[in-house]
Nanobody, 127 residues
């Protein structure tokens, strides 16, 4: 069984940066597609980014493209989401999730296709 734990959330000012980590245990992440999702108050969960365990390819939601970067370090069994130029509308609980491919991260993977989830990390962007 794969367990995922997010960390690195907190308060950031508009224009600031945060890096979220998703530490995995129980199984190696190598062959899993990893996704980051977020859910803002009163809104549905949305996909933010994903990274393939097959070829390292990545995809991003239009709202974060150019500002967020997803990465993974299989040796550390950890995935990351570097968030730069943060905006108040980025405020949400951020979740990492994983699924053994297929599906592949050729586009953002829908949340209902993900098999494993962390409990989330709160990111608040406010001055």
């Amino acid at each position: 069984q794969l367990q995922l734990v997010e960390s690195g959330g907190g308060l950031a000012q508009p224009g600031g940066s945060l890096r979220l980590s998703c530490a995995a245990s129980g199984l190696p992440l190598d062959y899993y597609e990893i996704g980051w999702f977020r859910q803002a108050p009163g809104k549905e969960r949305e996909g933010v980014s994903c990274i393939s365990g097959f070829d390292g390819s990545t995809n991003y939601a239009d709202s974060v493209k150019g500002r967020f970067t997803i990465s993974r370090d299989n040796a550390k069994n950890t995935a990351y989401l570097q968030m730069n130029t943060l905006k108040p509308e980025d405020t949400a609980v951020y979740y990492c999730a994983a699924v053994m491919a297929p599906p592949y991260c050729t586009t953002l993977i829908p949340s209902h296709d993900m098999d494993y989830w962390g409990k989330g990390a709160l990111v608040t962007v406010s001055s």
